[in-house]
């Protein structure tokens, strides 16, 4: 009798030591798999939702509130003429395996996407670069051919991490960076695997493992949160659902803003979208309201050009292309475009996917007709971004203060516009803010007088996660998980 007494106690108090223990692992759902794990070689947003801030880190990174803070730069200098910055770099910063960051790094990462043969995918980010210098391993001096007002914003962007010549070559499959998580595994088509990086140089972080699940249906999504099979969803693609995770104690629903600019782009470029009219009187056949209500449950605020409604520079166009479904048959009309026949190449995430039906079914009301292709996200990538053969698509643009693409002709929708791209240019130039927010202002109308997209709404961040998590970004300065100060409360 005594020996099993023993043994209960023994076993009570086993199981009273484990339920109490700190949980440090985390499974966070995501919508879309990466292409690749390379954010200096890809412009697929999933890419930075698992790596930025965990695994790779920049000279500055964006905080929670999308203000710009230090990151491997522990400080900086700015010269009088606004053209030299000199970055005191943090002491001790090692890669994942094991070798040192040091300025050289810094000089070869900046020096590699601005290259010619440069495939980053924000290469615009680095085009006032004219030299980078190594001072000696903890300082580095970046020299601009022109003041740049948002250069260290640029500097944030996750297309602008710090990696080695040494592991580079391999960071699209197994990743090697400087953050608090290093690469642990990725099953493709299932999840990618992250784990605590033991020499971390900064702040610890509570968790010691985090995996990235890749849910794309958002009946199973729904599932895996009930079930408890993914810890956190901050994306979540089921917003009809958001009222009964509301309901229910064990989970808090997260609702923020993002910086996706969710649009109907448009080829400008196409025969029959080159037509001004045309573009127009597609904009005018949109209704907002019903996409927002229809695809994201009421989750979105509308937009009429391409900036974030809380950005303090933002202008509110929407009226410019109110749906107006007379006018929109007129101008097709003039445009002896009646009956004429577009292309909608839709990419998975559900906006596009149940946007794209709304958006046929009122084109299709004034006149159009409208043919749907569903693509996946590497075909999406392959044919609309790279390939421009398309006539109409949605997506949320997700990279923050992203106006100047309007400015890149041979961008994916191929809007061409010296005057635009002369008011970027001097854009680029302004340091004043009164004078940056006139500029950002009339780059917002003259999209907006071009028609060269459809403008939905603002992306909504609407997530969901266990109700002992806290941590997770309310808002998405960039397109990021970051799981930097995620922690269990029990």
């Known amino acids: 009798m005594l020996t099993r007494l023993t043994s209960a106690a023994a076993v009570l108090a086993l199981c009273a030591g484990g339920a109490f223990a700190q949980q440090t692992d985390i499974t966070i759902g995501m919508v879309l798999e990466p292409p690749n794990l390379d954010p200096t070689g890809g412009a697929a947003a999933a890419i930075d939702e698992v790596v930025y801030a965990n695994l790779f880190e920049g000279l500055t990174r964006f905080a929670p509130d999308g203000s710009v803070i230090p990151a491997l730069a522990e400080s900086w200098t700015i010269s009088d003429d606004g053209l030299t910055y000199t970055f005191k770099l943090h002491d001790g910063v090692t890669f994942h395996d094991g070798t040192t960051m040091d300025a050289e790094d810094v000089k070869f990462s900046l020096d590699r996407a601005r290259a010619a043969d440069s495939t980053n995918a924000q290469k615009a980010l680095f085009a006032g670069i ?140 196409a025969p029959l979208l080159s037509d001004k009219r045309v573009r127009e009187a597609i904009s005018h056949a949109i209704n907002r309201q019903d996409i927002i209500d229809g695809a994201m449950f009421g989750f979105g605020t509308p937009i009429g050009t391409h900036f974030a409604p809380h950005n303090p520079d933002y202008v509110d166009l929407t009226a410019q292309s109110a749906y107006d479904p007379d006018k929109a048959k007129a101008l097709l009309a003039e445009a002896g475009a009646e009956g004429a026949t577009l292309r909608l190449a839709l990419p998975p995430p559900s906006y596009a996917r149940r946007g794209g039906e709304i958006i046929a079914a009122q084109l299709r009301d004034v006149g159009l007709t409208v043919e749907i292709t569903p693509l996946e996200w ?27 693409i309007y400015a890149r002709p041979d961008y994916y929708f191929q809007y061409d516009n010296a005057d635009f791209r002369a008011l970027i240019d001097e854009l680029t130039l302004t340091t004043d803010p009164a004078k940056r927010t006139e500029l950002n202002q009339q780059a917002q109308r003259m999209i907006a007088d071009d028609y060269v997209n459809g403008y939905l709404f603002q992306l909504a961040k609407t997530g969901v996660a266990n109700a002992n998590i806290e941590g997770m970004w309310e808002n998405s300065p960039t397109q990021a998980n970051d799981l930097t100060g995620v922690r269990w409360t029990n």
């Open 130 to 269: 004219t030299d980078v210098t190594v001072i000696d391993p903890l300082t580095v001096q970046v020299t601009l051919g022109a003041p740049n007002g948002a250069f260290l914003f640029n500097m944030a962007w996750g297309d602008a991490v710090i990696v080695a010549p040494e592991s580079v070559a391999q960071a699209a499959t197994a990743p090697i960076g400087t953050g608090p998580f290093k690469f642990q595994d990725w099953v493709q088509g299932d999840r990618v695997e992250l784990v605590a990086y033991e020499n971390y140089w900064g702040e610890k972080p509570a968790l010691t493992e985090a995996t990235f699940k890749f849910i794309q249906d958002p009946t199973a999504a729904f599932g895996a949160m009930m079930a408890g099979d993914v810890d956190a969803f901050p994306n979540f693609p089921a917003p009809e659902t958001l009222s009964q995770f509301d309901a229910d104690p064990r989970f808090s629903v997260i609702v923020g803003s993002t910086e996706g600019e969710t649009i109907l782009a448009m080829n400008n470029k």
């Open 378 to 404: 590497p075909q999406w990538l392959e044919q609309v971004f790279r390939g421009k053969d398309f006539d109409l698509t949605i997506v949320s643009h997700t990279e923050p203060a992203d106006i100047n």
